[in-house]
């Protein structure tokens, strides 16, 4: 063990060491393809008709992240043009760890003016993203996709790309300290209250409310909105940087099928994606293929993607596509132009507010190319825990520090994470380097959607399974900004 962990230690060390250095060797083969130089910047858009100065991801011609396809090498030049250090995530490919963007686990920070290179195959396709993971940059809209084209991607299927994000006139630090100073409240997990008792929230629980006086009233699906979803009252819910005061008209093909790949790159706020009168084919999670599933309102916690495929009707009309966010009324979204047609106005309020997020879709949701079966080799319980008072985020009650030992694994195993939220807030969980696949919910076992990023709504128990195949020291954390900072966070390991 001491061996193991020493080794870690200096290969931290030597990336401390040495800031600037170059993650991988580029390959050797010539056919490598080019290196796409992604640049970090500070950007202008206009919120609510006010300059907003926020942070992005783009190439030198302006797009912004990068598109690139299944089979290839993704080699990129990031460059950090800011004034302050960063890092930039890839979430849900399968870097060697070292090239996995995490602050402080994987890599230094990038200095102001200093750049990384990162080179590694791409073996799989779909919607993936990057963010960054340094402090609390990802508020400040510092996120991008990031398209791996691949076989599922019709010829003739137009893509339409929706980013949603939180966004607030208030600096994030901010943001943070004001969470911290709601103190007064009472412990959020009250002592007598289980899995158990909490087990009946998506569907209203029968023997009413066993929280505390002056807790939070339990989320219930369909009801009215619940005051601990939503922490941060956002100034605006953006799609594609635009309200809907002002938004994003892209033109589609009446009769047309069109890919959407929805992106939630918000810091703290999940949706219901409504297709209105549409109707779509769910058919791809975090990237990756499940059996379809045909909808029109889909819910999307942080982090999460969507691949939706929908067919556009031959009758010219403007079809929006909006977020309504989770537990209010508030919404965001774009609209689908097909043929001429008057756009007229959508509110950025929804009629009705809308339910909290629950597990009915993901109870639903089979994989397309499920994990063989296997019985687990290690299972590791991870109980989400917390306390409201001074807003205190942790994993089996401890709050992470340089100094948690990271959960323990070894190549080659089956690992099961056991995922029990004792609190009274919903948690995305998302785990670096690895698609895992959900196996049970709630005590039901299933062969659930692969992906890299699961609600664990309060109360509720969720068991994912992996292959421990892709050797390092990984991030697994809840995809909340502010619980990740204040502590919802581990590592797990195995080199
Ligand atoms: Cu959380």
């Known amino acids: 063990m001491l061996s193991r962990r020493s080794a870690v230690l200096s290969a931290l060390a030597a990336c401390v060491a040495a800031p600037h250095r170059i993650w991988a060797q580029p390959a050797a083969s010539e056919d490598a393809g080019p290196v796409t130089v992604l ?55 399968m ?29 799989f396709g779909g919607t993936y993203w990057m963010h960054s993971h340094q402090g609390l940059q990802e508020q400040e809209l510092l996120a991008a996709p990031l398209i791996i084209r691949d076989g599922r991607d019709l ?39 289980s899995a158990d008792t909490m087990g009946g929230m998506e569907q209203p629980p029968a023997n009413g409310n066993s929280a505390k006086p002056g807790t939070a009233a339990m989320p219930v699906g369909g009801g009215p909105a619940p005051p601990d979803l939503n922490d941060v009252k956002y100034d605006a819910f953006l799609a594609n940087n635009r309200t809907l005061a002002d938004p994003e008209v892209i033109q589609v093909e009446p009769g047309s099928t069109v890919l959407l790949r929805i992106i939630n790159s918000s810091s703290m706020s999940a949706y219901h994606l409504d297709l209105g009168a549409l109707r779509g084919k769910l058919v791809a999670v975090d990237g990756v293929r499940i059996h379809p599933v045909a909808g029109r309102r889909f819910p999307i916690t942080v982090a999460q993607r969507l691949d939706i495929r929908i067919r556009i009707p031959r009758a ?73 008072a001074g807003y205190i985020w942790s994993i089996n009650g401890v709050v992470w520090n340089k100094d948690v030992p990271p959960l323990p694994v070894s190549k080659g195993e089956r690992v099961e994470l056991v995922l029990n939220n004792k609190t009274l807030m919903s948690h995305p969980m998302h785990l670096h380097g690895h698609q895992f696949q959900v196996v049970e919910i709630n005590g039901r076992r299933l062969s659930g959607a692969v992906r890299d990023t699961i609600l664990v709504p309060p109360g509720k128990r969720v068991v994912i399974a992996f292959d421990a195949n892709n050797p390092g020291l990984w991030a697994f954390h809840c995809h909340l900004l502010y619980h990740q900072d204040a502590g919802m966070f581990t590592t797990l390991r195995y080199i």
């Open 316 to 388: 010219p009309a403007a079809h929006p596509v909006l977020a309504i966010l989770e537990g209010e009324r508030r919404q965001t979204g774009v609209i689908l132009l097909a043929g001429h047609a008057p756009v007229t106005r959508v509110p950025e309020t929804a009629p009705i507010p809308s339910a909290a997020l629950t597990l009915d879709l993901e109870r639903r949701l089979h994989a397309a190319e499920p994990l063989g079966p296997r019985k687990a080799d290690r299972i590791h319980q991870v109980e989400l825990t917390g306390k409201m």
């Open 155 to 193: 010829p003739d299927q137009q893509e339409v790309i929706i980013m949603l994000a939180d966004f607030s006139f208030t600096p994030p630090e901010e943001i943070f300290a004001g969470l911290r100073r709601q103190s007064a409240k009472p412990d959020m997990m009250p002592a007598k209250a």
């Open 95 to 123: 870097p060697p760890w070292q090239q996995d963007g995490v602050s402080g686990i994987s890599a230094p920070p990038i200095p102001p003016g200093a750049s990384a290179d990162y080179d590694f195959p791409l073996s």
């Open 39 to 93: 640049r970090v910047e500070r950007r202008s858009i206009e919120v609510n008709k006010k300059p907003a100065s926020v942070l992005g991801i783009r190439q030198a011609d302006g797009t912004p992240g990068l598109f690139t396809e299944v089979g290839k090498q993704f080699r990129v030049h990031l460059d950090n043009a800011l004034d302050v250090p960063t890092l930039i995530h890839w979430h849900g490919l």
